[in-house]
């Protein structure tokens, strides 16, 4: 018998790791009641065709596919199965993922031969063992024809789960020099509406630190230079996130981690900690207004949040933010502010998202009683709201994609401040004019894909100074705007372009913390530009006068 766990990718990057069909692959050649199965995992991307994959999966010679499936795969997968039912349909198909348990009334049991709601490890060797005895498929977390009542897998003891790396199930898609998904802990003691963690147990569950340890050795003996942790809140427990820390710093300092984490539970010395590794720390800030986070059970004290911050800052630490447009209370006016102190922040990059309305959170039950329009089917978008009108839900789309543009693929989080404070405007302003600028583009034929994003940056700036009489401090500011572009470079390939100053960079840095009003009072300007070369130092870079 050969199985095959599809898992489908949005794109292919350090989230494209199957992890989670994974994880049931372990499970189901860890079982002793299926040896005589063959199991592995297929990875595709949204990118590619679902018929000429439902072809490949067909030429493989599969008897059972099991499906892995995703709010964002949702759709894909659902075009994939009708064509494999025509071309293959003696290929069977079971299914599970989070859209099987949070949305299980919008599938078509007819089409499976089971379905697994919950964590997979548990059910899916139990109805595979089931089906292959002839047995009547059934059990906790299991849904098939003859028991299709719901239920949800019972919470495992992680402990008792072997490892897809240690197993080495994982080693097909681990690439030296690539990256990966890992897990360290599962569960979330907090209950954001928005969230799948939003109902059901509340708490966090570890997996043993000496299954870690021999992960990690394991990670950094096949040369992966990535490691995006899947932990929901990684410092929610400061003893063993010290201990993980410094498990990471003595034995992976070279890989870079990426983890996410809840602002309001650094301190001193978890931003020490994870200042003395190779790390970037993504956080959840979603709204800024009190009235539209409570509606979602969380909190927000500006004060407290820059102080946070201000730990992160001051080790040189990378982070980024999220925001979401669309939740209940919030307003366009509202969204523009929680941006504006976004990048007042000045993190790394800006992770906007519309709010889905997931099947089974606590927000999507209670959709109704906010009066929210939305997608009723993947990926559950809302359209509008009583405050958020549909026309204002564009305007906002605009903005964010201005600033994913501008800001995240531009990596101008060191100059967004001070082009704002020249042009004596707020950032969401800046982003809603450079959305302007890109459509405008765009109807005159051009890519802006294939364009390159410095370029388009430096060309509407110059633009935008003109348009608001500031062409004086044109010397001043793309001289920094340069100076960090190249450094961004710098770190992005590995080398640096030359770049052509007017002033020392050391001077120019001063512009991190002052008003170009001054400092083009105080600074004169090199006759000629000189041109300068970014060099790499034990402790950071260094720029050399090209001569």
Known sequence: MKISIVSVAIELSNLSFPLGALCVETAIKSDPRLNDVDCNTVLFTIEDSPSESAMKIK?????????????????????????????????????????????????????????????????????????????????????????????????????????????????????????????????????????????????????????????????????????FVLDPTFNINKERTMKMLNLIRTKASDIHFSFELRAELLDQDLADGFGSIFCSLQIGLQSIHQDVLKSVGRDFIKKLFKEKITLLEERGIVYGLDLIIGLPHDTLAKFKESLDFTIGCKPSNVDIFPLSLLPGTRIADEADSYGMKYDKNSPYVVKETPSFSKEDMVKAMKIKNGCDLFYTKGQASMYTNLVCETLEIRPSQLFEYFNSYLEYLTSKGHDIEEMDIFDLQDNFLKQMMKKFKKEEYNIPLFSYIEMHQGIAYFFEEGMGPLLSLYYQPNELALLDKQKIERFAKKHEPFEEPKDFMIVELDEGIDFIEYK
């Open 59 to 227: 030429d493989s010679g599969v008897d059972l596919i099991g499906l892995s499936v995703y709010l964002w795969n949702r759709v894909w997968l659902d075009s994939f199965m009708n064509e494999l039912n025509i071309i293959a349909p003696n290929i069977k198909i079971f299914a599970g993922g989070t859209e099987v348990s949070a949305n299980y009334p919008s599938f078509n049991l007819d089409k499976f031969i089971f379905m697994t709601a919950g964590e997979g490890e548990a059910p899916t060797p139990v109805a595979l063992a089931q089906y292959l005895n002839n047995e009547e498929i059934k059990g906790l977390g299991i849904m098939s024809k003859d028991s299709p009542s719901f239920s949800y897998a019972s919470v495992l003891d992680l402990s008792k789960l072997e490892s897809p790396i240690l197993t080495k199930v994982c080693d097909p898609f681990l690439i030296e020099g690539g990256s990966m998904l890992w897990e360290m802990t599962r569960g979330c003691p907090f209950h954001c509406g928005f969230c799948f963690e939003s109902k059901g147990l509340r708490g966090v569950r570890d997996y043993p630190y000496d299954r870690i340890k021999q992960e990690i050795d394991y990670i950094v003996d096949k040369g992966i230079n990535d490691v």
